[in-house]
Each structure stands twice: as C-alpha cells, then as structure tokens.
C-alpha cells in the first residue's frame, strides 16, 4: 500500500482512504521561514501535526527537515498525496519525483461539478446561486427540490443587534482544549526557534484555544451543536466587545487543519433542527457558511487564473502600514478597530463581521494593497490559508475585481458598527461626525472612499442611492482633504 503524505492540513481520518494505510507527515521548517506568522497558529499547525504522528504510531513517520523536497530524499520511497490546497503546493508535489497527486478531500462539492454549474453560469458568479445548486446536489435541508421551509435563505432572520445592554450572549463558554505534553514541546521549540534560528512570529503566545486533533475537534462540535446553535444564528453578526466568540462555533480552524469533515457537521445541525434542538435559521445560518461559503470560496481560487490574487481595479496602492501588520492594537484609539485587532493579537482570531466590516472595511477604506491584506489575513489567523484568504480579500473584502463575486463593495460607516455592536459607547469618536476632532474613521473614510472611486465603481441599483446620497455632501472635499491628513496613522 503506497504511504499517504499528509500535509498539514489533511489531517482528519477522512484523508485517508484506509485505516491501516502507511503515512507521512512533514515539518518543513522553511514554511515558517518564509511567512512571518503569527505565534498561535504556528503553535497549533505544529501541535496539529504532531499530534496526529503521536495518534497514528508505527503507522506514521514524521520528518523534520528544512524543507518537504529534503524530507521525500530522507524517505526514498514513492508516496501519494491529495490535492494540496494553494497553488504554491500543488506545483511544489506535481514537480517532485515519485509523488502522486490525487484528488481533493475535505470539501463537500467536487471540482468536476462546480465546474458543470460554473460553466452554465453566464456573467459573475454568485454564492447564493452556488448554494442553491449545492443544497440540492447533496441532499442538505431540502424536502424533494424544494427548501425546508420554503426560503433557500433565511439570512434575513440572522441579522440581529446584540442584546440591549448586554455584554455577553447568554449561551455557554465555548468548550476549550487543555494542554499535554505535545503542546509543551511546540512551545520550547517555537522560543528556541525565535532565539536562534531567526524566525520571526507577530501576535501573543497563549493557551492554545482551538482543537489540534479530530477528538478535540468533535467534542467541539457537539457542544456547539447542543449548547450554542440556537443562539448562533439571530446573532452571527452582531458584536461584542466583552464577548468575542459570541455563539460561533470557533471550528473553521478545525475545518481548515482537515481536522474535521464539513459533511460530518452539516448532517450534525441538520439533526439538530430535526429533534427540535436548533431553530431552521440558525441551523441554516450555520450551513451557508460550510456548504455555501467555504466552498465556494474554495473552488473559485482555482476556478479564476492565478492572477486573480494580484487584482487591484481600485488602484489600491498604500502599503499596509507598520502598526496594523505588527498588530499594535495600543496604538489605536478607535475603539472597534483597537479591540477587534487586540482579539487578533491576542487569539489569532476574530469571526467574520469584524473581519469584514471592521479590518477590511477600514483598509477598504484607506486604499491599502489587496495582495498584502491576503498575506495578512494568511499569517495572523490560525484558520488563515491561501485559498480562504484569496477570494474573501480580493472579492469580497477588498473589491479589488470590481465584482467577480460580489455585487457592491462591502464598505460602511459607523453607522453599521454603532447598529451592530457595543463599541461606539465610550468611543473617541462620534459615528454620526464625519468632520472635526471626533469624526469617526470609518464614517469619513466611508465617504472618502465613495468620492476617491465613483468612476472606478460599476453602476448598479444597489449603489445608486448611496451615489445619489454623496452628490448630495456639501463637504466631500473637505472630508476627503481631513482624511488624506490623517493617512495611515492608527485613527
């Protein structure tokens, strides 16, 4: 039986195609080497992949070595990989001798049909239309071709505000992994790397907050699917800032380290709704961002040329300055941009609306380099890898391709964080300001950006009444000159 390499984010039993099958696992320390990434992921791939070398035994051979094409040399026997998820990846294994490449695991739709339905696609492709088609392919909340419930999306119903005066949801705590052995050993190595071999990290070390093996990651699972589900989706996109996790299920690290097959959790809320245990809204909030979302954001990195990824129809040319790429979050005086990016710093995570409207609308905002956002958000997030990052930065985030996946750029003022948040109580700022000492950043910048890329922005019915709305400012260029002044200081 040929050996089955591994990489380190295949590591759930679902990459394999028997139990008994010989395996490889390598740590390449040139990966780290050649991204500056922050100290919580690099401590979870590691403790991931030793980990699973540890559960497998004798099954398993792990590899330390500079680099994968070192460790295949030491090994000196032929072995089989499943499609690695960059490009960078794939055309390092298709390059190597005595290595096959077969096809991906650890998505739901297969590349062969999201391209049948992409190819019936005429004009740009949309997620909603995508999920549709993969709800019914593979059977998910469907009653015969027709959605439980009689909406394909009940997004509509997950858009609540937090709470009035809370500063936490009543749900329980996430359920949290406890350190071994395994985890002390990634640590001293990770400091003695620091100290002598030149590798650099960003972020806080800290006790590691998210799974490293498929048991850590099902039990997860399961109490998010009992405890925090129904919460879920009212308020997935609501923010606090005493509250990070809210009710996510912290699991797309799980998800993205191939800890965890998407399929299993899908069928897991979908029995969740049909015992009565999770309300349809919820239970389907939670399947958008699997079976819809992750993959489809997944099969448009490599459905879109390569270049998709250096895109920039904004002409977004400023670098991303010192303080944000350092994750300086006491430098910063606004308060969602401080705490959202001190959560990043602190945990190498946040969930999806403050990534989008709060770090992504700010350098949405600013005119900051789409490609340098996508190595960002790669590095600082343990669940950050090429393929997510790509899609979610340069389509939708970022617009650097004027809506190859999105129909309007996703940039707000502080209006929308002020609706969906506790952060503008107590702030410096005044989301209502736009102008003088106590304007708000993002109100402004929105407003800057608007009048900075009207004739680069393509008309549409959901644009225009915001357009007609800027005709009508008196002070867009001062606005405009404010926000120049301040450039790239933390706000």
């Known amino acids: 039986m040929t050996r089955r390499w591994l990489f380190a984010d295949q590591l759930g039993p679902h990459f394999l195609d028997d139990r008994r099958q010989p395996v490889l696992l390598i740590e390449a ?3 780290f080497r050649r991204r500056v990434f922050h100290r919580q992921k690099a401590h979870l791939v590691l403790s991931a992949l030793r980990h ?3 559960e497998l035994g004798d099954q398993a051979r792990l590899l330390r070595a500079e680099t ?3 460790a295949l040399r030491r090994l000196g026997e032929p072995v089989e990989v499943a499609h690695p998820t960059s490009r960078r990846a794939l055309a390092l294994v298709r ?5 096959t490449v077969l096809p991906p695991k650890g998505f739901v739709t297969s590349l062969a049909d999201f391209a049948q339905w992409a190819d019936g696609r005429r004009g740009a492709l949309r997620m909603e239309a995508f999920y549709r088609f993969a709800r019914q392919r593979h059977g998910v909340l469907v009653e015969g071709a027709e959605p439980v419930g009689g909406r394909w999306s009940l997004d509509t119903d997950n858009r609540q505000s937090p709470p009035k005066g809370a500063t936490r949801l009543d749900v329980p705590p996430p359920s ?3 350190e071994d052995d395994i985890d002390a050993e990634v640590r001293a190595d990770l400091d003695r790397w620091e100290k002598k071999d030149g590798i650099r990290f960003v972020g806080r070390d800290g006790p590691r907050r998210f799974p490293a093996t498929t048991r850590e990651a099902r039990a997860r699972l ?4 009992r405890h925090r589900l129904p919460t879920f989706g009212p308020y997935e996109d609501a923010m606090l800032a005493a509250d990070p996790w809210m009710a996510h299920s912290l699991l797309s690290s799980s998800f993205n380290l191939g800890l965890l097959d998407p399929m299993e959790a899908i069928r897991g809320a979908e029995r969740a709704y049909q015992r009565g245990q999770a309300p349809l809204a919820s239970v389907e909030g939670f399947v958008r961002q699997l079976l819809g979302w992750r993959d489809f954001v997944w099969h ?3 459905h879109f040329d390569p270049s998709w990824r250096r895109r920039n129809e904004l002409a977004a040319r400023r670098p991303v300055p010192a303080w944000f790429r350092e994750l300086d979050a006491d430098a910063v005086t606004a308060r969602c941009l401080a705490d959202v990016l001190a959560g990043v710093r602190d945990h190498g995570w946040a969930h999806h609306i403050p990534r989008l409207m709060v770090l992504g609308n700010y350098a949405l905002q600013r005119g900051w380099r789409p490609a340098e956002l996508v190595d960002w958000f790669h590095q600082s997030f343990v669940d950050g890898y090429d393929w997510v990052m790509t899609a979610n930065v340069i389509g939708m985030s970022q617009y650097a391709d004027l809506g190859r996946m999105t129909t309007k750029p996703y940039v707000s003022g502080g209006a929308y964080v002020n609706r969906m948040s506790d952060y503008c109580g107590g702030c410096a700022y ?9 304007a708000c950043p993002f109100t402004a910048g929105y407003w800057s950006f608007l009048a900075r890329n009207r004739d680069r922005i393509p008309g549409n019915a959901r644009m225009a009444r915001t357009m007609a709305q800027l005709d009508r400012l008196a002070d867009v260029d001062a606005v405009r000159a404010q926000e120049s002044r301040r450039g790239d200081t933390a706000p």
């Open 95 to 99: 390059r190597l001798d005595g290595v």
């Open 68 to 70: 994968y094409a070192e």
């Open 176 to 178: 949290m992994p406890k």
């Open 430 to 438: 005044d989301p209502k300001q736009r102008l003088g000492e106590r």
């Open 222 to 225: 399961r109490h998010f699917l």
């Open 300 to 302: 448009l990195y490599w």
């Open 52 to 54: 699973r070398a540890a």
């Open 29 to 31: 320390k040139a990966v």
